[in-house]
DNA sequence: TTGTATGCGTTATCAG
DNA sequence: CTGATAACGCATACAA
């Protein structure tokens, strides 16, 4: 194993002036830095994690928590954890993943990452002694990371708007939950700049809750309708509704999901959705609680990553 | 933080003793040992991984590399991880995912766990310096564990013979896998032993593909045929092709799938498989990685887990 | 069986 | 700007 004595004696300078020039090269003259550079990369120098994680008062590892039950139908955790690994291998940190809250605070971590907090968590939360990021939006001054959840539905609005569905109705999840009320609120606050009332319905999250809903209430759906759903499961009920009922989409009924991670490509028209970057949540994710740890804990804020708008089969060209 | 010096104060003892409790107990006396015991708890003592990992000439980190493309729509590997990570926390080893093979030999690991190795990997594979376990069958000796694929077919095979269908007929995957000549050795095995013949097809892991071979060649297959599948995928195909002709299932005809994790749930009717125990295989990866770590890289062998055959819609009662 | 001294590779402190 | 020294927490070798 090369140590950094080893580049210390290649480039004929004391350790501390190669640990200078990794930490603090702007303490060190360029002329030296450049033959230490050079003496690292001749020797592929990889510094020794363990014990630059023993100095620093570090373990150079992050614990992951889930705590909602994952729905292991949906890919979803796969692509964000697969952008917290990208995240954390540039700093050479390492990931542990639990999903028993017991367990969190059992043996080393620099910092936390959790997901599916709910207002009930808070409490406990407070009682860690480690830096924490939460992925997904609160309300309490917890540092987060999201998509944007009202962007994400007001650019479905207003895209529905500009392919001119006369009528727009928002089919929600009923949930007390910061993103539905983000996404509501982004439908709402759009239909109002065009003078236009909002019609919000919410149901469980289950295809066959909207699909049965929409059934329902069938007479009450003029043509030149679109919905624009909060989620890519309600969505393909309300298509497989239409569709059953007769209606043409997208040219008399347009639906937009959310979420655009799986469902929306097996549906059969393809779902237009509010697509979020998943796996660039889950790097900028990483980053922040590494730039959290280095800063000795402090206040990150909240991020809000753009999602995109994916056009396909159940609105207008 | 409470270190070794803080418990060996406590128990007024040497901190080697307390070294000596957790690593090498039978070389302290019962008394002393309670004593110090009951000291860390107290205290609630969590030994200092990166100091250890140090001293052990160790980092406490292992990298798990997926060389094979993701298909994120199947949770597969999410099923994999969590296991592996249970398997991993017990040791307070923590994980770094990999994609980019390049990647690998970056930064400090005691280890490597690796999927998708294709022949062509393994010339590399020798090159790497640190233990390693992979996942999925191989014939060139490296330790790997897997699903016991031919013992799955076997079970199949057996059970669609207990339900009295007459004629069995395989729908393989065709690639020059170990894992697909396990399977159709199963298949093969079984049926000489009940002197039947067999006979297989080979396509791409398609659905479409499975579904169009059935619905081109539905004359060959009369009723009191079951199909035993390579893939939930080709079953799906094969469900779907067969209510389209108007076949009975599962009267007429029976169709059995392989690996259970997620599309048997979705088709309808719900589809009989041959359900890999993923988390217990991703458990197992883990120790037997951590095993080969503490033995200083000796060999761990293979290890086959037996599947379940879970009987669904798709087979007779 | 238990304790002392020493080293693992890195970084902060302080002296030059 | 650079170098010597001590310290991080633990484990091994050796001594008692």
């Known amino acids: 194993m090369v140590t950094l004595s080893d580049v210390a004696k290649r480039a004929n300078v004391s350790k501390m002036t190669v640990s200078r020039v990794i930490n603090h090269p702007e303490q060190v003259t360029t002329e030296l830095r450049e033959i230490v550079v050079a003496a ?3 020797l592929n120098y990889q510094p020794n994690v363990a014990a630059k994680a023993l100095a620093n008062n570090r373990s150079n590892m992050v614990k992951f928590l889930i705590l909602e039950d994952i729905d292991t139908t949906e890919p979803y955790y796969m692509n964000l954890l697969f ?3 990208r995240g954390l291998d540039k700093a050479q940190y390492a990931l542990q993943l639990i999903t028993d809250r017991d367990r969190l605070t059992i043996g080393n971590a620099d910092g936390y990452l959790i997901t599916g907090a709910r207002t009930s968590d808070f409490p406990w939360l407070d009682q860690l002694k480690r830096p924490l ?3 997904g939006e609160n309300r309490y001054g917890y540092d987060f990371i999201d998509t944007d959840n009202k962007l994400g539905t007001q650019m479905a609005t207003q895209y529905a708007l500009a392919k001119n569905y006369q009528s727009l109705i928002f089919i929600g999840i009923d949930v007390k939950e910061p993103f539905e009320y983000s996404r509501e609120a982004g439908y709402i606050n759009t239909l109002q700049q065009h003078a236009k009332l909002p019609r919000i319905y919410r149901m469980a999250n289950r295809s066959h809750l909207s699909q049965q809903y929409i059934t329902e209430h069938w ?3 003029a043509p030149n309708t679109c919905f624009i759903c909060a989620s890519d499961r309600l969505a393909i009920g309300v298509v497989r509704a239409i569709l059953q009922q007769g209606g043409s989409i997208p040219r008399d009924y347009g639906v937009i999901g959310h979420d655009g991670v799986f469902l929306d490509q097996v549906s059969n028209p393809q779902l ?5 970057q998943v796996p660039l949540l889950g790097e900028h994710l990483a980053r ?3 730039s959290k740890i280095a800063q000795s804990g402090a206040q990150q804020g909240e991020v809000l ?3 995109q708008l ?4 159940t609105t207008r060209d």
């Open 133 to 135: 990021v939460l992925f």
């Open 310 to 313: 994916v056009t396909r089969g």
């Open 219 to 221: 007479h009450e759906f």
């Open 272 to 276: 237009t959705t509010v697509q979020q």
């Open 288 to 290: 922040m609680l590494l």
């Open 305 to 307: 990553l753009a999602p």
């Open 40 to 42: 690292m990369t001749a």
């Open 83 to 85: 952008g917290i690994a």
